[in-house]
């Protein structure tokens, strides 16, 4: 290699990770699926599908359905419960060596309160995203979408741990800046945005929703303009890093929201499209640096704001 | 399991909306085993955006050929079946667990081997056919075809000539039986002599199979599809129901599922 390899590290709160490409919670399952087609250590992060106090079946099928550059899913928050994730999942996707984020998602306050607690406890990961955001069960948007209810959860995790909290966003709200300033003030190391918006699409043959949950999160390149805007308006009012998600499908995809202003980038849906999504962006990104004389990734993070 | 790019080496209209596409995947052809499936995508496109994904009709681990058969039955699947010879298609796989072979069950060694096909649900038991066909003890193939018309008996000749008999229903009597598949099946296993019965077709055929295979004390498997995200367990969007609630995943813990894991009421619902 001719040029000095670039400095890709991040931090987020005490947290440093190696580079700023990580998975999108929900769309790399426990990592493991994965194992046999990708180096997972190669991540900067692996997030885990959604935990949950006790175990959850999800929606009634169908669960997917691809639009126009997208899809919907409604998976409803299927897991196995926080307790069976922790003994049965992380010891082993620890083994590859790559930090792990659970993505945390509760019915209340105490809820996210315990599932904080029980995943500090297990020594297994590195960070805590607290899912405020998911539009596919009831009541999971609720607290996303009100600044004083954010920061109440925000700052009741805050107060009984002090592994990094990064909070996921949802877009589907009038003024996102308003959440992300109640989630920073109330304690959150970091922002993740964007989770789904809200769609639906209908099955005009048979008259019916196509999901069986009749609405669905929207993802893929779709929802990429309207993500690049919200972490183009966080960047503006928050001074904690932002990870920017929402269809990025190639490294350009990615260097628009670092320019935008995210310091990471999570990669969901292009998981389903080529599981090397997230390793071919990290290429990218070290060839893009190398090729502009970028010395370290963060001289481009917020570039685009002048 | 492999991602890799392939080439497309012929793509033939065998029946109204249904294809044979026949790609050049050495290593997936010779890693594929019967019921297994592939997941294809377009290269470079975003339109379809996901993967699609296919069951292999036949691998031929000699020449490296996999042949699918594909029905046209959206948007995805109909700008898959216009790419011509050449093009380059993205396959994933092989993926999902395998029909079991008749010695892993318990279903007695000297009965007959029953398969159950319905439209395009042909190809999976092609493939499981032409596995049996080259046992050391190949067992005896009774296959079964059941379509709406005709047309729809889709590369029928592949199945019958896998089978030692053959048997043939349409819904308008344009060929064999007038009637439903599932009345031959019944007629089968009144014989009493059925080892297993093998099943892929639309859900409501398959629910009639496993339902009657099961009160004949025959083991039964079936082949489903759902709309799918990853193809390899991750997503938990190709659900199905799962007898005693629950679901399960058709990418990973299927496609192939012995009947009694399935809950028929939640898929005959869908």
Known sequence: MSEACPDLSVRIGSLVLPNPVMTASGTFGYGLEYADICDLSRLGAVVIKAATVAPRVGNRPPRIVETAAGMLNAIGLQNPGADAIIAEKLP?????????IANLAGECVDDYVLLADKFAACGHVAALELNISCPNVEGGMAFGVCPEMTAELVGSVRAITDLPLITKLSPNVTDITEIAVAAVTAGSDALSMINTLLGMSIDVRRRRPLLGNATGGLSGPAIRPVAVRCVWQVYDVVDVPIIGSGGIMCVED??????????????????????????????????????????????IVGVAHG | ?????????????????????????????????????????IPRTMDPLLRRPLSVMLADKVHGHLRLLVRAAGRGTEIIVALPSGASVDLLGPLGSPFPMPDEIDGGSDKDVLLVAGGVGVAPLVCLADAMRSLDD????????????????????E????????????EDGSAGEEGLITEVLAGQLERGHARVVYGCGPAA???????????????????????????????????????????LRVCKDGPVFNAEQVDWEAIRDE
């Open chain 1, 92 to 100: 082993e996707l620890a083994g590859f060596g790559v930090p792990i």
């Open chain 1, 254 to 299: 990615a260097l628009e929201f670092i320019m935008a202003g995210a310091s990471a980038v999570a990669i969901g849906t292009a998981n389903f499209v080529n599981p090397l999504a997230g390793t071919e962006i990290l290429d990218g990104l070290v060839d893009y640096c190398q090729s502009n004389g970028i010395k370290d990734i963060s001289e």
């Open chain 2, 1 to 41: 399991m492999l991602s890799t790019e392939c080439e497309l080496l012929s793509n033939q209209l065998v029946a109204p909306d249904h294809y044979v596409m026949q790609i050049l995947a050495p290593e997936i052809a010779r890693a594929s085993l019967p019921g297994q499936f592939v997941h294809l995508r």
């Open chain 2, 138 to 157: 190949t067992p005896y193939i009774r296959s079964m075809f059941g379509a709406s018309t005709e047309d729809m008996l889709v590369c029928w000749t």
């Open chain 2, 159 to 170: 199945l019958a000539a896998r089978s030692d008999e053959f048997s043939v229903a349409t």
């Open chain 2, 205 to 247: 055929m398959m629910a009639e199979v496993a339902r009657m295979s099961a009160e004949a004390g025959v083991p039964c498997y079936c082949s489903f599809e759902q709309r799918m995200g990853c193809g390899v367990g991750a997503c938990l969007s190709c659900a199905i129901g799962a007898a005693g609630g629950g679901y």
